[in-house]
């Protein structure tokens, strides 16, 4: 099979998001302050990991499309669909947003772009699945950094 100029173009949109995921991921990395510091460092590498991992199958699928992927810095850079993650120190607390948005904002373009995929090539629409389900997982995940638990749920025999 062959990839048409649109699954072309819709894995590419993938593919540039994962990329930036992956540098912004690490740029959060090395940056990081603050209280748990440790343990969101960790989950940034699990995010880093993740996002290197899906763009590398996606890229890959593209060629056995006979598509041509492009991670160029300028392609990237041009293309990203993630906001610029910002330079210098950045609390837990502010890093758990932004990152979180950007997990939120790679699965977003998948989503987008899924039923397309889907319609010409279901092997490809498969990779987008797992790797929607695996940010997202790690959207939660690292979310939970700052949530608050809520009021305690009451039943029959609390009272």
Do not use: C
Not at 1 to 21: W, Y
Not at 32 to 48: A, K, M, P, S, Y
Not at 111 to 126: G, I, N
Request: aromatic letters at 4%; zero cysteines.
């Amino acid at each position: 099979m062959k990839a048409s100029p649109t699954l072309a173009s819709a894995l590419q949109l993938v593919l540039t998001d994962l990329i930036e995921l992956h540098l912004q991921g690490k740029q959060a990395h090395w940056n990081l302050v603050g209280t748990n510091f440790r343990d969101l460092h960790l989950q940034l590498d699990e995010i880093v990991a993740a996002a290197r991992l899906f763009a590398d199958e996606v890229a890959e699928r593209m060629r056995a499309l006979h598509a041509l992927p492009d991670g160029s810095s300028s392609t990237v850079s041009a293309g990203s669909r993630l906001e610029e993650f910002p330079q210098g120190l950045t609390s837990t607390k502010d890093t758990v947003k932004l990152v979180t948005a950007r997990l939120e904002r790679s699965v977003q373009t998948m989503r987008d772009v899924h039923d397309e995929v889907d319609e010409e090539d279901p092997t490809s629409a498969d990779l987008l699945h797992a790797a929607i389900e695996r940010l997202e997982q790690l959207a939660w995940m690292v979310n939970a950094e700052t949530m608050a638990a809520s009021a305690p749920v009451t039943g029959p025999a609390d009272k």
